[in-house]
């Protein structure tokens, strides 16, 4: 049998395997748990680029958002990955 995954993401994003609270390396950063928990809503489900550009940087603040979203996929990657 597999472990249990439990994610929380009322008032804060906590992530439980088990039941026990594991740290989660993405919360250092407010766009990386924006985009985990647009991921985990949207779960089983294709979503393109252009909608996360937009959820995540609804008025570009950012001068290349293509380019701030392969960023931060990318350390998301390796943060989980740890």
Do not use: C
């Amino acid at each position: 049998m597999g472990e249990s995954v439990r994610i929380t993401m009322m008032s804060s994003f906590h992530i439980y395997i088990d039941e026990k609270r594991v740290e989660n390396p993405v919360s250092k950063s407010r766009k990386g748990t924006a985009l985990m928990e647009y991921l985990v809503l949207h779960r089983g489900k294709s979503v393109p680029n252009q909608q996360l550009l937009n959820e995540l940087w609804p008025e570009h603040s950012v001068t290349n958002p293509e380019n701030a979203l392969k960023t931060l996929v990318s350390r998301m990657r390796l943060l989980l990955n740890q």
